[in-house]
């Protein structure tokens, strides 16, 4: 159902690589709701990823940036005012990857250029990218800025090694960014932490399938698919959550302030 919540507004959405991709169904749910946007991604995963597919379907433009590289992301911002006719309204970032996780290295041997490497890609591309939004003046009054993240910033979840460091530098960085880019040019900056979700980053956690089954059981109303995420986003980009800003939103079905739930006792309780 569309509510042609976003109409007339431009955006940029990075990281849709395949259709289980967060980013993918937010650009799916944006297309619906009125919005045009550019989609960016890694070069590399343009080669890997579906990315053209979802490019034709949202009658949008693909502009390959790597959100590590300050020269790539300049071009993709001035690219992408030109290609929308003016500024921008809205910015997903949704990026991810461990190298650690991937190379199967455990949190207490982590290799420290890996650790380096995901926390540039996971976190600090988050200040690249709003620093060169900010510089070039490149989003518009009451604009508004989503960067996705996981509760594991906040609580342990062994598994998720060097990621749960990473997401919470990227909570922090939001605040800190949302309060200049606040202040100074009426743009809101928030972080939805979201349930686990099957996607190519979601799975390369160890251990994944007891993982989202344990948060679906202890979730009152269970976990938050990618679809949640992209209608919460759709939200946030509206005009209808102006005054939302540096903050962290969980769309986990409750996850977050359960103790502990009915459905997980029942594996412990002796008959
Ligand atoms: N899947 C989950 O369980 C879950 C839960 C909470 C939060 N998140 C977060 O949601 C976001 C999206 O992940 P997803 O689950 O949709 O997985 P995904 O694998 O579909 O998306 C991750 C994206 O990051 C992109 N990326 C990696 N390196 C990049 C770089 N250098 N420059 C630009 N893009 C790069 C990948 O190409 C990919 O498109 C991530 O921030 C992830 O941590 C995921």
Redesign the pocket.
Known sequence: MSYNLLKGKRGII?????E?????KTAERVFEEGGSFVL???PV?MRM?KINELAEKTNSKVIP????SIEDLENLVEQAQEILGGKIDFVL?????SVNVRKGRHYTDLNYAYSEKGWD??AL?FHKVMQTLYKKDAMSEWGSIV????MAAQRVFPDYND?ADN?AYLESIARSFGYFFGKDKSVRVNTI??????????QG?KGFDGFIAYADKMSPLGNAT?LDCANYTVTLFSDLTKRVTLQNLYNDGGFSNVGVSQGVMEHFVEE
């Open positions: 990075f990281g849709a690589l395949d289980n991709s967060i980013a993918w960016t991604n890694a995963a990823g940036a790597d959100a590590t970032h949704s990026i991810g990857m890609v996971s591309s960067a996705l993240t996981y990621m997401k932490s979201q349930s686990p979700t099957p996607t190519t980053a979601g956690v990618a």
